[in-house]
């Protein structure tokens, strides 16, 4: 059974700065592609940041994000991360990890970060 399983969010300031994380098990955690998505009611999901699978890791960033997020990736854990600095109101969201392999798609169940005052 695959499960991703996200922990890290929370509330910060505007201007602060947070580490989420998802730990992959029941896949080939270091075969896939891993991405952070982010979600506000009444709004579709939407792509926060990806990285590819172990060799390359190439990464991918939403333009409202670039140089202000960071993914990354350790396949001796399972795990990726999101660092994020600079964080703004509008970065408030659940923010759900997701994994892509051999054309399956996986979802984690999110973690909520708020930016706020």
């Known amino acids: 059974q695959v499960q991703l399983v996200e922990s890290g969010g929370g509330l910060v300031q505007p201007g602060g700065s947070l580490k989420i994380s998802c730990v992959g098990s029941g896949i080939i955690f270091s075969a896939s592609t891993m991405g952070w998505y982010r979600q506000v009611p009444g709004k579709q999901r939407e792509l926060v940041a990806t990285i590819s699978a172990a060799g390359s890791a190439t990464t991918t960033y939403a333009d409202s994000v670039k140089d202000r997020f960071t993914i990354s990736r350790d396949d001796a854990k399972n795990t990726v991360y999101l660092q994020m600095n600079s964080l703004k109101p509008e970065d408030t969201a659940v923010y759900y990890c997701?994994?892509?392999?051999?054309?399956?798609?996986?979802w984690g169940q999110g973690t909520l970060v708020t930016v706020s005052e």
């Open positions: 997701n994994a892509k392999i051999f054309r399956l798609e996986y």
